[in-house]
């Protein structure tokens, strides 16, 4: 008797692994792809011979794009389903650059960017809606953790992987490779026929969740405004901490790369850590809140003194580690705001938080160096970083209770 009842358990155990290995190998291929442009830069100037002007005008454009349609992809995925939405979302992406490397011209760099961009919008809410409807409650923190490692691993071995296809079959060949990679993953996809979700899937007391509801509530409208918050406090950090470190305080740029490198791989480590933690609290915001406030201290003594080259590692590791904890929670603060049958509308506005960060952190920061302040690389950084406190006590005053799996 015993047998019978656990088989039944362990399928489903099973499957849920299944489509959690699923989803995280989709995330890879999305970060994978965000990094595939910028890292034939070289090649592209050469190639097409524009400036970086130009070149850097293709990431807004992607920039753009990705932030004005997360939105609208999050509420078609709940209607006709994430899954369709998701496989549409890799074979366009995939196919965009391998459109780019069968026809090189400065034309379809931009409009690679923009189908890239468009794709990339899908992944959020797709994924996340996947995950909130068929993930065990009591692991949903953990598997929100492996899901976001899988996008960081993508992202860390994008340049190494681009620089060995760059050498085996050149620049044309490495975006045609490179996009290849999407239309397989999707038909993997197929294969282990990952399950679907869409508004449909989620209930309310036992029935069918309402087709119509509001979205826009003012716990998505703050969290929002928290990951752009979030994404702002890194952004300094992440593309501008290198030469801040060595215009400021007189880093090499050896030892400023050690400081990133540690700040970067400490973020992913941290986040699997967060996944554990997010599963044993209800307090997600506290957690936020509480790793934020250490952060904040911790970016303030960076930017406030000189420190040795062993003891800034190891602060920006502590920094890294401790901004990958909150991840998982964040995840979870969003899925618990979230209406039923809404989970892929909810991620998909509340990522255009980060959207609205990755325009405008650049303009910022980069303002920041051209007025020689490189300090408040630093200090803007710490500034945000309270905000996000602030908010994230905020959204902690009334505990959601988590949406049943």
């Not at 509001?214 to 703050?222: G, Q």
């Amino acid at each position: 008797m015993v047998d019978i009842l656990a088989a039944p358990q362990q399928a489903k155990a099973d499957t849920s692994l299944r489509t959690l290995a699923a989803i995280s190998v989709a995330h890879w291929v999305s970060h994978f792809h965000l990094f595939v442009l910028p890292m034939l830069f070289p090649f592209l100037k050469e190639q097409l011979g524009v400036g970086y002007i130009e070149l850097g005008f293709a990431l807004t454009v992607f920039g753009v794009v990705s932030g004005l349609t997360q939105a609208p992809i999050g509420y078609l995925a709940d209607h006709i389903g994430a899954r369709k939405v998701l496989l549409i979302g890799l074979t366009v992406g995939g196919l965009a650059l391998i459109m780019l490397g069968l026809h090189l011209s400065y034309a379809s760099l931009i409009a690679c960017a923009a189908l890239l961009g468009l794709a990339n919008s899908v992944y959020h809410p797709c994924d996340y809606a996947i995950l909130s409807t068929h993930m065990d409650t009591r692991r949903m923190g953990r598997a929100f953790s492996v899901h976001t490692f899988a996008g960081f691993l993508g992202g860390a071995v994008a340049p190494a992987i681009m620089a060995a296809l760059v050498a085996a079959v050149g620049g044309l060949g490495a975006l045609i490779v490179a996009g290849a990679v999407g239309p397989v993953v999707a038909l993997l996809l197929i294969a282990v026929k990952i399950p679907d979700a869409s508004s449909a899937d989620r209930k309310v007391d036992g029935a069918a969740a309402p087709q119509q509801q509001s979205i826009v509530t003012p716990a998505l409208i703050v969290l929002t405004i928290f990951f752009m918050l979030l994404g702002l406090s890194n952004a300094g950090i992440s593309n501008f901490g290198v030469v801040a470190l060595m215009s400021g305080y007189g880093v090499t740029f050896h030892a400023a790369n050690i400081a990133l490198t540690a700040f970067l791989g400490a973020s992913a480590a941290g986040v699997l850590a967060g996944g554990y933690l997010a599963d044993r609290t209800k307090r997600h915001g506290n957690v936020a809140a509480a790793c934020f406030a250490i952060n904040a201290i911790i970016i303030t003594i960076i930017a406030a003194t000189n420190l040795p080259p062993v003891v800034l590692t190891a602060a920006m590791g502590l920094a890294g580690f401790l901004g990958g904890v909150i991840a998982p929670s964040r995840d979870m603060l969003v899925r618990n705001a979230a209406p039923a049958g809404a989970a892929g509308r909810a991620f998909g506005i509340v990522s255009t938080g980060f959207n609205f960060s990755g325009i405008l952190s650049p303009l910022l920061f980069g303002w920041i160096m051209d007025q020689h302040l490189p300090h408040w690389v630093f200090g803007a950084s710490v500034a945000f970083m309270v905000l996000t406190v602030l908010l994230a006590l905020v959204t902690d005053r009334k505990p959601a209770e988590p949406v049943k799996a």
